[in-house]
């Protein structure tokens, strides 16, 4: 297999207008004889779907949640980027487009993220239009802020709830096309299996997860945007239902799987308090602007943090990196943290968290101004932690927050199977192997609002597709798959938990697969993820009956998909033998511990292509060229 | 902690329901209640029983989807907090706690204390939008809006639909879910256009998927884990009677 990427010729500025002038187009009156399955509905898949409708297709749209308007996107706060320069502080979509490139550590693709910063304009302007409430000045032109280190002020944003505003402008978008019958919503299922009918996607298996029937839907092109794959390490900051499950399984149906073990840590999170722990706390990278990070000098020093003298802490961003301390990027504050509870210096009851210290801060501005800045944030931490962050300072620790790798994509966001479309943090394009903030609802809705829109047009003007229907036999074969898997699923019956599984997955993805990886870690991950999944198959319980709402059923499938993917996952992070963005491998750092690249022998796209449960899956490489912009070694000293 | 559950099981829409009681073990104050849950699912499956069906997702209060009603109230006993955001410390060793789907005649029980809510979806799409196309918006800053607007727009705007106002009505109205949604609009210019329309048809909607009506009892405000007020209630009707009057 040869990996074409299409990009466009001619120059960087001109590839996308140029393209969308030459790609085909569908007659408007033919559109609607064409279906399209979307699936997902958070801003990827519900701005496909309100826009596909919108063009006259006929769309049929999926989602797990009980509505379209509960897709995870809706729990993003920070905000969006965008290259409006509307501060006149020099911003550009050139400038958004270089951040981007550097900030993925050079392992993106440059004509995606261009286009990316191009259409980054549109967005915004279509989200007022929809009557998003972004926030304002008081003269009544749109707020910014800066975001993620950036240094220039392009992030757009509503409250803390930048994420849900902009979902639901998509949402009601989508509600609408559903009233005008161009769409159809399918909520509460589940995608189980993709179905290939003379090499292209041809529809998809789902389960109704009220009734557990087994469904069929056939369509002349699918999109998926079912988002990340975080939860592979049980714990998270994803919501609870994220899984891996559609993007795997068309994996397995022969779409290549990119970069799997480019996820990305977020320094600020809610450190875990205990075993039942079901998901982790962002606490937004905002507070970094005004708090201190420190631990005490001393190992094991298990005293009060008010009790510690100053002279005996250790600011350790600040020692470090004496330039930007503590708003050194998301995977450098991470791994500093984790160094500092390596070297038994962590705090609190696990040991595994550090401080976040507001004293100074306080002193300086008075309770009154930090609570106005970041008196939500407090009142969540002192719900979730039960202390009073005013008083005493915060704990942290970092989490898994986002995954830059999924289903390779060509320009035209198509997949390696024909028709299979893969749309926000689904595919891996746009972030290389380090997400900017802001960035993924950016590239979310650019792929659903400005992207498919035309690519899938000219997917479906130019190629031949006879009509099928579900009484094909490649639905009847993929359902029978689908419903064989939760045959065997039920009739293990065995006595260990699903999420008791789970969160041994994800102990051996945080230890051996997270921060600070090594080619020991990953070799040991790699004989204990598939004893694990043995494990699983001989002593899950998963009681229930399979023809009514069954959570457990749905949960255990998820983890069993896991127990594949974490493989996937460690074996191109062995393969991987440099460090990139959020990707840390011990033995490539320099000698004062920064992550090390090897552009010589690393400057590629791992995708990986699916060879059976437990086989050596094979290797293609799309080669990365960079003409824009050159690769340097980032350094925040 | 140890904790007596009383909790409702109905094997499905159309099954009669009934609360069963259970013992909640070595319940840490840190957990959530919907962790606590969990833990009580995770014995049941170990004994191959079938675990309580529950709704969740976000598990930070921003999604909507946890809706349970704890010793009858919807998300428990603290103002402006989701169920999955309240915490166990919030109880005592020994205390009984009895958990119920939400109960409205819009929203069938699907199992256990997972409800259908759809009949949201359906008000949304009968008009709760600004009916624009993508392509053609013009530039963000085209028309300018007074910071107090935008900011009291985001206020209602915060609505996250899911349903504990119907839950603590009597009359199972709708009216504070919908409403939050009509002020925003028509607050702002881009949703002017479509006001009166608008509005008519989320309220024929509401009454057509069988909501009750409002008798200003205030009880949703109360429950309401985003306290969104009921003055969009009063700015509902001003926007009925308005559009009533612009018929004519
Ligand atoms: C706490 C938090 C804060 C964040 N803050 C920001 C921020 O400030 N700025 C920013 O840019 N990014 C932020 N992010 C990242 C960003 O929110 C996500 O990357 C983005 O929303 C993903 O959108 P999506 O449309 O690709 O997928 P999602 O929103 O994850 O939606 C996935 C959809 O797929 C459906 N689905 C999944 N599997 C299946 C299946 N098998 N069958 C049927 N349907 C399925 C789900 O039901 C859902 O509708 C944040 C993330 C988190 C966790
Ligand atoms: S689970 Fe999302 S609001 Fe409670």
Redesign the pocket.
């Known amino acids: 297999m040869t990996l074409d990427s299409k990009i466009p010729a001619g120059p960087i500025a001109e590839k996308w207008d140029r393209h969308k002038f030459e790609m085909k187009l569908v007659n408007p009156a033919n559109k609607r004889k064409f279906t399209i399955i979307v699936?997902?509905?958070?801003?990827?898949?519900a701005s496909a779907a309100a826009s596909l409708g919108e063009l006259g297709y006929n769309v049929l749209s999926?989602?797990?949640?009980d509505s379209?308007r509960r897709?995870?996107?809706i729990?993003?706060?920070?905000?969006?980027n965008a290259a409006k320069n509307y501060q006149n502080d020099g911003d550009s979509i050139y400038r958004l487009f270089y951040d981007t490139v550097k900030g993925g550590d050079y392992r993106s693709r440059e004509a995606n993220v261009y286009r990316l910063a191009q259409v980054s304009v549109d967005i915004i302007d279509q989200c007022v239009a929809q009557g998003v409430p972004f926030a304002r000045e008081y003269g009544g032109l749109l707020d910014n802020r800066s975001f993620g280190g950036a240094q220039v002020s392009r992030t757009f944003y509503a409250r803390g709830q930048?994420?849900q505003q902009l979902l639901l402008g998509a949402y009601q978008s989508l509600m609408r096309q559903v009233h005008e019958k161009s769409v159809r919503m399918f909520a509460r299922?589940?995608?189980?299996d993709l179905v290939l009918i003379d090499g292209n996607a041809r529809g998809i298996v789902?389960r109704n997860l009220v009734t557990g029937e087994i469904e069929k839907y056939a369509a002349d092109a699918v999109c998926l945007?079912?988002?990340?794959y975080g939860t592979v390490y049980y714990l998270s900051?994803?919501a609870v239902?994220?899984?891996v499950?559609?993007a795997w399984r068309a994996h397995k149906r022969g779409a290549l799987f990119a970069n799997p073990c480019f996820t990305q840590i977020h320094p600020t999170c809610i450190p875990v308090s205990g075993d039942h722990q079901s998901k982790l706390t962002?606490m937004s990278e905002s507070l970094r602007n005004d708090g201190r990070v420190w631990v005490p000098k001393q190992k094991g020093d298990r005293r009060s943090p008010e009790q510690i003298p100053e002279e005996e802490r250790d600011y350790y961003l600040e020692r470090k990196y004496p330039s930007f301390g503590n708003l050194v990027p998301r995977d450098v504050a991470s791994r500093n943290a984790k160094q500092a509870c390596d070297d038994g210096r962590g705090v609190g009851e696990s040991g595994l968290a550090v401080y976040l210290d507001f004293k100074d801060a306080i002193k300086r501005l008075g309770p009154e101004v930090i609570k106005e800045k970041y008196g939500n944030l407090f009142h969540m931490y002192q719900k979730i932690t039960d202390e009073n962050p005013y008083e005493v300072p915060m704990r942290i620790y970092p989490a898994i927050?986002?995954t830059m790798g999924g289903l390779w994509v060509d320009y035209n966001l198509m997949s390696t199977i024909p028709g299979l479309h893969v749309?926000?943090?689904?595919n891996f394009s746009d972030h290389g192997a380090n997400r900017l903030?802001?960035?993924?609802?950016?590239q979310?809705l650019a792929d659903g609002y400005f992207v498919i829109p035309y690519t899938i047009g000219h997917y479906l003007a130019s190629t031949p597709l006879p009509k099928v229907t579900t009484d094909h036999d490649a639905f009847k074969q993929a359902a029978d798959n689908v419903q064989q898997r939760i045959n065997t699923l039920l009739s293990v019956k065995g006595n260990r938990g699903i999420r008791e599984i789970h969160r041994e997955l994800g102990r051996i993805m945080w230890d051996d697969v997270g921060m600070a990886r090594t080619q020991e870690s990953l070799t040991r991950a790699l004989t204990e993820i598939p004893k694990l999944r043995e494990e699983f198959w001989h002593s899950v319980s998963v009681p229930g009956s399979p023809d009514n709402l069954n959570q457990s059923l749905e949960y255990a499938g998820r983890v069993a998909d896991y127990l594949e993917f974490a493989e996937l996952l460690a074996l191109d992070a062995l393969e991987r033998r440099e460090s990139c963005g959020g990707h840390f491998r011990e033995e490539s750092q320099t000698p004062d511990g920064e992550a090390l690249r090897d552009d010589e022998h690393y400057s590629y796209v791992a995708a990986w292509e699916f060879q059976g449960v437990g086989k050596r899956p094979e290797l293609h490489k799309e080669e990365l060229v960079f003409d824009e912009v050159h690769p340097t070694q980032r350094s925040y000293k | 902690m140890r904790l007596n559950l009383k909790i409702w099981r109905q094997a499905g829409p159309n099954a009669a329901g009934r609360l069963v009681d259970y013992v909640a073990e070595n319940v840490s104050p840190d957990m959530s209640f919907l962790e606590m849950l969990d833990v009580v699912n995770e014995s049941l499956l170990r004994k191959g029983e079938e675990s309580i069906a529950f709704d969740s997702d976000c598990r930070e209060g921003i999604c909507g989807m946890c809706s349970l009603v704890v010793n009858g109230v919807p998300h428990g006993p603290d103002r402006g907090t989701t169920v999955c955001q309240l915490h166990m410390r919030r109880f005592k060793d020994g205390d009984t706690i009895t958990i119920e789907p939400w109960r409205a005649r819009a929203f069938p029980v699907v199992k256990d204390l997972v409800v259908d809510r759809s009949a949201f979806d359906r008000i949304i799409a009968a008009g709760g939008y600004v009916s624009i196309n993508c392509g053609g918006a013009p530039d963000g800053n085209a028309i300018p809006i007074p910071k107090d607007v935008a900011e009291a727009a985001m206020d209602s705007a915060q609505c996250i639909a899911c349903g504990a106002c119907v839950a603590a009505c009597k009359n199972a109205s709708a009216h504070l879910f919908m409403s939050a949604k009509i002020s925003q609009l028509a607050l702002l210019p881009q949703g002017d256009a479509e006001r009166e329309r608008r509005v008519v048809a989320m309220i024929e909607q509401a009454d057509a998927e069988g909501f009750g009506s409002c008798s200003n009892e205030a009880e949703c405000e109360a429950v309401c884990p985003k306290e969104i007020p009921i003055s969009n209630i009063a700015k509902m009707t001003r926007e009925y009677v308005r559009a009533v009057l612009a018929a004519k």
């Open positions: 699936v997902g509905t958070g801003l990827a898949g999926f989602c797990i949640q379209p897709a995870h996107s729990a993003a706060q920070g905000g969006i930048t994420g299922r589940e995608m189980l789902v945007a079912t988002g990340g900051t994803n239902n994220s899984n499950t559609a962002l927050h986002y749309l926000g943090e689904a903030g802001a960035s993924a609802l950016m979310g």
